[in-house]
Nanobody
Framework: QVQLEESGGGSVQAGGSLRLSCAAS????????MAWFRQAPGKEREGVAA???????AYTESVKGRFTISQDNTKNALYLQMDSLKPEDTAMYYC????????????????????WGQGTQVTVSS
């Protein structure tokens, strides 16, 4: 089992920055790929960014050049640096982890991931 806990959300003005963190605990050696998803009110949850071996990253088009995903394996932590935030980035952000050796459906496909955090709210005002 892997437990994920997000932090770092908050309210910022457009153009500002936030850094989300995801702390993983439990059997952290059982997962490989990790990702950030978000869900805005009234919308489906969407993949924002993912990191997978060997340290490759993927981003949804709308955040490319503004968001950076990174991982610190020594701390079992996942990060999402979000710069130049826009009101449309407002959402609940979730951290997710994929169990090692399981089927990979795609980095932005929810069923790829088996563990989820509770989420952290990001609100961007114009």
């Amino acid at each position: 089992q892997v437990q994920l806990e997000e932090s770092g959300g908050g309210s910022v003005q457009a153009g500002g920055s936030l850094r989300l963190s995801c702390a993983a605990s439990g059997s952290t050696t059982t997962h490989d790929s990790m990702a950030w998803f978000r869900q805005a009110p009234g919308k489906e949850r969407e993949g924002v960014a993912a990191i997978f071996p060997p340290a490759m990253a993927a981003y949804t088009e709308s955040v490319k050049g503004r968001f950076t995903i990174s991982q610190d394996n020594t701390k079992n932590a996942l990060y999402l640096q979000m710069d130049s935030l826009k009101p449309e980035d407002t959402a609940m952000y979730y951290c997710a982890a994929k169990v090692r050796g399981t089927i990979y459906h795609g980095w932005n496909v929810e069923r790829t991931y088996h563990y989820w955090g509770q989420g952290t709210q990001v609100t961007v005002s114009s």
